[in-house]
């Protein structure tokens, strides 16, 4: 039997003391964090796999992918700075 390969946007926000936090806009509530980059990329992996189990177990719907994800950067002038 294929199994279909699903793929999924994720967002990994650095974090200040160390590590990044990802989540997965596509499936709200699933998040998962590492304290290197390929080790956050790992653990959102894995993450994604459990949340989709349990929406299988549940009887919901796997959700596709989100074509309508953009990220981008925006600049805007500090107003703290004269």
């Given at each position: 039997m294929k199994k279909k390969v699903l793929?999924?946007?994720v967002?990994?926000?650095e974090q200040p003391d160390k590590g990044y936090t990802v989540t997965v806009p596509s499936l709200p509530g699933c998040i998962s964090e590492g304290d290197t980059?390929?080790?956050s990329r790992e653990n959102?992996?894995?993450a994604i796999?459990?949340?989709l189990e349990d929406l299988?177990?549940?009887g919901e719907e796997i959700p596709i992918r989100s074509s309508n994800i953009f990220v981008g950067q925006v600049s805007?002038?500090?107003p703290l700075i004269y």
């Open positions: 793929e999924y946007d967002i990994f926000e980059f390929e080790q959102i992996t894995d796999k459990l949340f299988n177990a549940d805007v002038s500090n």
